[in-house]
């Protein structure tokens, strides 16, 4: 059969806990890094691109001791320092690719991630250090009443609200509102809203940055959630936190640092016409 294009590529398209995302073997195709924002820009959106609230690229190490780095970026095209589900669907495309075995280690902005692909598609991976935990922090508002939140760093930078009811917070809204808040500027923050059901579970909605909308789950987000719940006294150190995705994670916080394990699915893999989208790689 004659090849529709010349110009096409093979993708993956990957999700965890209901975050997808499109993952590119980048030591195959490489696309330098000043066209990354945009091919992520131009086919996350859904309906006319891949559609997936991240996009990762799978590269060469840069360190000594690393499998792989990786590049993330958001759906909007902005570049992100870690994402939780996402180093756990990059974990175990790596090692089908055979970048890298069942354990592994690999660079991201936010500094090394240790993760190990266990049997039917589990991935447990170590989060970078949580940084700068700030509890019990009112923000004001013109137009609405103060909120009493809580923020911690889990590799990107998260806000905690606790709830009496998670189901019932208009996420959008008053996540938009907090995300955009001056005392975040001028990054912005990841907003988390849950519950705490028991010492043992948690449930949570989270409002991500870089989609700018709620998302099905959020790994970093969950982290977040249970270190300041943990530091409340609300919660134990091993928690499983149930997303608006329905999914269970498990978060389990030792003294190594902060342990994310959960599924990461194959959904397929696909070649993309570059042509559509007035995308190309140079020299090709």
């Given at each position: ?94 090692h089908r ?38 509890l019990h ?33 208009n996420v ?113």
């Open positions: 059969m004659k090849p529709l294009s010349s110009n096409m590529q093979q993708f993956f398209k990957m999700q965890g806990s209901g975050n997808d995302f499109i993952l590119w073997d980048n030591t195959s195709l490489n696309l330098p890094g000043e066209l990354m924002s945009r091919w992520a820009e131009t086919l996350c959106p859904r309906g006319f691109g891949i559609g997936a609230d991240g996009m990762i690229f799978l590269d060469n190490p840069r360190t000594q001791g690393h499998d792989f780095d990786w590049h993330f970026f958001n759906a909007d095209g902005s570049r992100a320092e870690m994402c939780g589900n996402g180093s756990r669907c990059a974990a175990r495309l790596a690719l055979g970048l890298a075995g069942r354990e592994q280690v690999f660079g991201t902005d936010a500094g090394a991630v240790r993760a190990q692909v266990k049997d039917k598609g589990k991935v447990r991976v170590q989060l970078t250090p949580a940084e700068n935990l700030q922090s009112i923000l004001n508002f013109e137009e609405s009443s103060p909120v009493n939140l809580h923020s911690v760093n889990t590799g990107v930078p998260h806000a905690v609200i606790i709830c009496d009811d998670v189901h019932k917070v959008s809204g008053l996540g938009r509102m907090v995300r955009m808040h001056p005392d975040f500027a001028p990054a912005g923050t990841n907003v988390n809203f849950i519950q705490v059901k028991d010492r043992g579970h948690i449930y949570l909605r989270t409002y991500e940055r870089g989609v700018e909308d709620e998302t099905f789950a959020c790994g970093t987000g969950a982290a977040a959630s249970v270190v300041v719940a943990s530091a409340l006294g609300l919660c134990a150190n091993s928690v499983q936190v149930v997303t608006s995705g329905k999914e269970h994670l498990n978060i389990d916080l030792q003294e190594q640092g902060v342990f994310l394990t959960g599924k990461a699915d194959f959904i397929y893999q696909g070649m993309l016409f570059l042509d559509t989208f007035g995308l190309k790689i140079p020299g090709d």
